[in-house]
Nanobody, 124 residues
């Protein structure tokens, strides 16, 4: 079973950038669908980005152009680059792993394991 540990969150100002990391241990994730979710206070968790084994990506419309998901298979690590941060990006960000050989798609039904999350807080 794979374990996921996120890092890179923090307290930032509007317009700043962050790169979140998700280190996977236990087995290789190079052929797995991987994704990022976020959950803001009082809101449901939402799927924001996904990447598959071909490095094909999918993004939530509201983050397209500001978020970039990527993976480093040698490091067994997933990343989320977030630019031009806005206060509405404030949330706990989680990475998730899905099945192998699965095309990039958003939504919790294609993922089966999540990390513990990293907090991102954006001040205006």
């Amino acid at each position: 079973q794979v374990q996921l540990v996120e890092s890179g969150g923090g307290l930032v100002q509007t317009g700043d950038s962050l790169r979140l990391s998700c280190a996977a241990t236990g087995r290789s994730i190079d052929t797995n669908l991987m994704g990022w979710f976020r959950q803001a206070p009082g809101k449901e968790r939402e799927s924001v980005a996904a990447i598959d084994w071909r490095d094909t990506t999918s993004y939530l419309d509201s983050v397209t152009g500001r978020f970039t998901i990527s993976r480093d298979n040698l490091k067994n690590t997933l990343y989320l680059q977030i630019n031009s941060l806005k206060p509405e990006d404030t949330a706990v960000y989680y990475c998730a792993v899905g099945a192998k050989w699965t095309r990039a798609a958003l939504g919790s039904n294609v993922f089966n394991s999540w990390g513990q999350g990293t907090q991102v807080t954006v001040t205006s």
